[in-house]
């Protein structure tokens, strides 16, 4: 356990910099939006390749099949042509929006293809690893290593109910039983978990998107 | 927890439907939801097929976009719906749920049974206590009779059937107090609304007596207080009359002391 914890993880100034700068001539996630939502297909095909990797790797790592994957996938992308013009960008950004459209679908049809005994096996990493871009990989390469620093510099036990609650679905009494571990043990850790998610992503969440 | 929809399906209502009217929740709700987000970069990210990209658009030129479906009426949100906790087909906790269905039912059945045969145990309890009862008071009543015959003094007198009923005998015992007990046989059995009734002979005068109706093999017993001024009778008699008594004989006698 941790036990100078910082209220910010720390990287390097020269890191962020370089890693996360915006691109200048990028056409905003909202004005994407506005565009789907007057029936842009050209929009929306930018807002697909820019998330494709992040949403497809999330999809995958839940679903644990690649054909699963993208079948939720064009279905997430398809909710968001018929959906754009209820985004509410005062609520949030539009990643956190497809963030949770897409696991929100990914865990429903996890709960069905375990209904019907259909659930995949575990499949080794490398089977759902495909070749992208060289700008997609950095892209991809500093976010998550930013992200996984954080999640390293939580408690194991804390980090391992935030993994199960948000890449298997599970309810803290689901997660309790599974870890043969007391539901209040369970809700304990989780809000430690994540109030120190948030102390040390918050400070760099807006450099993150 | 609820930016996780890791809370437990009752919890995760009561928030749901705090939020809807609380728009400080919802802010802090939010601001959650993307520290939560942030959680997909742990996935890492994977390249899909290059395929899938043609089969979103095409499939989206068949479908009408937000703006121009007219009929959607869903207000500006970007509130996701909690992923479902349903299953498709019969799931393990369906096979539960039925099971637990046909647990009660069975329950509730076996409930019955047990109502209706505790009913019938109480009727047959009853109907035990009430023949307890009448075997009770007819041990009192031998024993009564049984003490008026063994008391010192006690004389007998014998009542032979007349021509209504030939086969009929009786016997009456009384000891010195005027206690008597009646005892007969193969009398025939009394219609409906009718008894036999015990007289005394005195001067050739009949007093009444109690009444009694044998039981189905012809045997009929009673104990009876013998009058002061009939003590010294010796003459028994015994007619059919209504189930009442009567206080002079109206029906046919049935039996009569010889004496």
Partial sequence: MTQALQPTLTFPRAFLSKN????????????????IARS??????????RYRVILFGLLVRILNSREEAEDVLQEVFIQVWR???????????AFTWLVTVARSRAIDRLRMLAARGRLAEAATRDEWESVSDADTDAFYAERSEIVRRA??????????TLRLAYFEGLTQSEIAAKLGTP???????????????????GQQVRNLL | MHALTALDPGDARLLTAHIEHCSECRSTLDQWEET??????????????????????????????????GGQTAEATNVIPMPVRRS???????????????????????????????????????????????????????????EIVTTPGTQSVELEGTEVAPEAHATVAYDRSGRAVLLANNLPPTPEGKAYQLWF???????????????????????????AKARGSTGFAITLEPAGGVAAPTGQIYLRSSQ
């Avoid at chain 1, 842009?40 to 390749?49: C, F, M, P």
């Avoid at chain 1, 959906?83 to 950004?93: I, L, N, P, V, W």
């Avoid at chain 1, 999640?151 to 391992?160: T, V």
């Avoid at chain 2, 097929?49 to 989206?60: D, F, G, N, Y």
Wanted: charged share 20%; no cysteine.
């Fill in chain 1, 83 to 93: 959906r754009a013009s209820h985004f509410d960008e005062s609520r949030g950004r």
């Fill in chain 2, 201 to 227: 002979v005195v001067s050739g005068q009949l007093t009444p007596g109690k009444l009694f109706s044998p039981d189905a093999s012809g045997h009929g017993s009673l104990e009876d207080q013998i009058p």
């Fill in chain 2, 88 to 146: 498709e087909g019969f799931s393990m906790q369906s096979w539960t749920a039925i099971a637990a269905v046909f647990a009660f039912a069975a329950f509730v059945i076996s409930l019955l049974v047990l109502w209706s045969q505790h009913n019938a145990s109480r009727q047959e309890l009853a109907l035990l206590s009430m023949q307890v009862k009448d075997a009770q008071q007819q041990l009192a009543r031998q024993r009564g009779a049984i």
């Fill in chain 1, 151 to 160: 999640l390293q510099e939580i408690p194991e036990e804390q980090r391992l």
């Fill in chain 1, 20 to 35: 996360l700068r915006a691109e200048p001539a990028q056409t905003s996630d909202n004005d994407l939006l506005k565009a």
């Fill in chain 2, 36 to 69: 939560v987000a942030l959680l997909a970069f742990d996935a890492g990210g994977v390249e899909p097929s290059r395929q899938l990209r043609e089969r979103i658009l095409h499939a989206t030129r068949n479908t009408p976009a937000s703006s121009q479906a």
């Fill in chain 1, 40 to 49: 842009d297909e050209t929009a929306l095909g930018s807002l697909y390749d």
């Fill in chain 1, 183 to 201: 539901l209040g043990t369970v809700k304990t850790r989780m809000r430690a978990g994540m109030v120190k998610l948030r102390e040390l992503l």
